[in-house]
């Protein structure tokens, strides 16, 4: 049963760059099964997707982030990270880490989010 | 960029059918997700590719997704069920999560 674990500051200072680490442990990275994803939640909001790795260092990332945001990921320690620059209150999320299952079939690609982390509150605040 | 819309809020008795809908362009070309939130919990995936149960989701639980509409049913209702619902699809490379419905059991 894969696990992961979201680490990191749990406040940043506006301008700063955030900074999260996600460990997973009960399965390996480099397996190349899955896709590994950064997820947040603003309080009060719904969910947003950010973006994605794969074992072999590829990413995917939102429009909405892609200018901001770097994730990276590190086969060795088994763990990936985001990094958000010039933070803003608008940063203040619930962030989770999750494992994609994603498929291309004859009619489209799908995918989906069997693993979570249990999530870390980061403020954006002075 | 592509949108998911989903009711802010359904109410449902204990015991009937709750439907929880989610709307996009054509999403039922596309296969849609399903998630539970409860309070403090990371999201719980209860549905994949459009009607598929993970393991150790109860049968109550189904989906169906047609035309400009994914559906979340679940059948016979239970308290344990009261929590926050996110709808997802696949686009372009890029992940869309509908806004939540909050079911509420009463």
């Known amino acids: 049963q894969v696990q992961l674990q979201e680490s990191g500051p749990g406040l940043v200072e506006p301008s700063q760059t955030l900074s999260l680490i996600c460990d997973v442990s009960?399965?390996?990275?480099?397996?190349?099964?899955?896709?590994w994803s950064w997820i947040r939640q603003p309080a009060g909001k719904g969910l947003e997707w950010i973006g994605r790795?794969?074992?072999?260092?590829?990413?995917d990332y939102s429009p909405v982030f892609k200018s901001r945001v770097t994730i990276s990921v590190d086969t060795s320690r088994n763990q990936f990270s985001l990094k958000v620059n010039s933070a803003t209150a608008a940063d203040t999320a619930v962030y989770y880490c999750?494992?994609?299952?994603?498929?291309?079939?004859?009619?489209?690609?799908?995918?989906?989010?069997?693993?979570w982390g249990q999530g870390t509150l980061v403020t954006v605040s002075s | 960029s592509y949108e998911l819309t989903q009711p802010p809020s359904v109410s449902v008795s204990p015991g009937q059918t709750a439907s929880v809908t989610c709307s996009g362009h054509?999403?039922?070309?596309?296969?849609a997700s399903w998630y539970q939130r409860k309070p403090g919990q990371p999201p719980v995936l209860v549905i994949y590719?459009?009607?598929e149960r993970p393991s150790g989701i109860p049968e109550r639980f189904s989906g169906s997704n047609s035309g400009n509409t994914a559906t979340l049913t679940i059948s016979g209702t239970q308290a344990v069920d009261e929590a926050e619902y996110f709808c997802?699809?696949?686009?372009?490379?890029?992940?869309?999560f509908g806004g939540g419905t909050q079911l509420t059991v009463l």
């Open positions: 790795t794969y074992s072999s260092g590829y990413t």
């Open positions: 054509r999403l039922g070309d596309k296969y």
């Open positions: 009960g399965g390996s990275i480099s397996s190349g099964k899955y896709f």
């Open positions: 590719q459009d009607s």
């Open positions: 999750a494992r994609e299952d994603l498929r291309t079939q004859g009619s489209g690609s799908s995918s989906w989010f069997d693993s």
């Open positions: 997802q699809a696949w686009d372009s490379y890029t992940v869309v």
